[in-house]
């Protein structure tokens, strides 16, 4: 008897992206090793983006080679582990202006300035984070193969 699908479908594979906090970021580093990293991230027109400082090991492999793969997963017992794994290629995007967007699609989403998320008008957003934009690079995933898994979906049937 053939496994059951426990592949996400397209909205899933969204709503799931859209819930989840963290992502783990793996980029070839110069030994050829992978050399991972947790990011947190914004969709922006259904593709995952996150930013970094553009001196960072991470963003340095990047520029390298763009491929990269990436990864959100949660639960704990079997019958609850849900992922997605993104392979892509990146497109680094040093212009302060969007990394600046997206520091703000950010602190809408994280705690960056204070203990909750919050929505930063224009001259909030330079204050907090303008002097950092021109020293950071964007990074927006484009990939090439998701792979989904939801064992919910099991029922209790492995």
């Known amino acids: 008897m053939a496994r059951k699908d426990i592949s996400m479908t397209e909205e899933e594979v969204a709503a799931f992206l859209g819930e989840s906090r963290n992502i783990e970021v793996a980029t070839l580093g110069p030994d050829g090793w992978p050399h ?45 582990l849900r992922g997605i794994m993104i392979k892509g290629e990146a497109e680094l995007v040093d212009d302060p202006v969007v990394v600046l967007e997206l520091y703000g699609e950010l602190a809408a989403r994280y705690p960056m300035v204070g203990e909750e998320p919050v929505a930063l008008d224009d001259d909030a957003l330079e204050a907090a984070f303008g002097r950092f934009a021109p020293k950071n690079t964007a990074v927006i995933v484009h990939p090439t193969t998701t792979v989904s898994w939801d064992h919910t979906k099991l029922a209790g049937a492995y």
């Open 36 to 80: 991972v990293a947790p990011m947190w991230y914004s969709m922006r027109n259904g593709l995952v983006a996150f930013r970094s400082f553009t001196k960072s090991q991470k963003i340095v492999n990047l520029q390298r080679d763009p491929r990269l793969t990436l990864l959100a997963e949660d639960g704990k017992a079997y019958e609850e």
